[in-house]
């Protein structure tokens, strides 16, 4: 089994701020791991995955995770934030042989204020 | 270039209606997805299709069918819709398993009354 602890439902940040959402995950095996931000009545769209390799990722609109193995997390971050960040950010696993099947976390709202 | 496209996007229903919603892919995906998206719990897994004549169930499956009769289209149905049915409903794809991502569409908003 496999599950995803997206700490903090509601994130408030200044704008050029840093932003740091936190993501731990559970998986017996080694897991794949990705972000998805989803904007107002919109579908999800993928920020950044880690598959294998490079522990540090680097995806769209200047967000990065790390994957730590030791500490079971996947963190994303963002050194300045824009307004246009505000979404809600989703963290997601999966693993090796189970056709892609997603776990969600339940998700992070973040909220850019002037 | 479409990717996931959603039919419909609103809808509203009576309790004991039947209706299906369609998802279409234009990008020869061999996977394909339901999820329902309801507030504060994140996005859970309905059915899945790895090929074309194939599904499987996912982590909430009670209350629906699916069928993949053609590879790019995955149907989604309600028989005797309920209540607890309302939610946001969203499919994806994805190229193979393994660590290729998923593709989502814009959702379709289901209200049972």
């Known amino acids: 089994a496999q599950s995803v602890t997206q700490l903090g439902s509601h994130v408030s940040v200044s704008e050029g701020a840093l932003v740091l959402l936190r993501c731990n995950y559970s998986?017996?095996?080694?897991?794949?791991l990705f972000w998805y931000v989803q904007y107002p009545n919109q579908g999800l769209q993928l920020l950044l995955k880690y598959t294998t390799g490079a522990t540090l990722v680097k995806g769209i609109n200047g967000f990065e995770a790390e994957f730590k193995k030791s500490e079971t997390s996947f963190h994303l971050t963002k050194p300045s934030a824009h307004m246009s960040d505000a979404a809600e950010y989703f963290c997601a696993v999966s693993r090796p042989g189970t056709a892609s099947k997603l776990t969600f976390g339940t998700g992070t709202r973040l909220q850019v204020t002037l | 270039n479409a990717g996931v496209t959603q039919t419909p996007k609103f809808r509203v229903l009576k309790t004991g209606q039947s209706m299906t919603l369609l998802c279409a892919q234009d990008?020869?995906?061999?996977?394909m997805y339901w999820y329902r998206q309801d507030p504060g719990m994140g996005l859970r897994l309905i059915h899945y299709?790895?090929?074309?004549?194939?599904?499987a169930k996912g982590e909430v499956p009670d209350g629906y069918n699916v069928s993949r009769l053609k590879k790019q289209n995955f149907l989604l149905g309600l028989e005797s819709a309920a209540p607890s049915q309302t939610s946001v409903y969203f499919c994806?794809?994805?190229?193979?398993?393994?660590?290729?991502?998923?593709?989502f569409g814009d959702g379709t908003r289901l209200s049972i009354l």
């Open positions: 299709s790895v090929g074309e004549g194939t599904t």
């Open positions: 990008m020869n995906h061999e996977y």
């Open positions: 998986s017996s095996v080694p897991p794949y």
């Open positions: 994806a794809s994805a190229l193979t398993g393994g660590n290729q991502p998923q593709h």
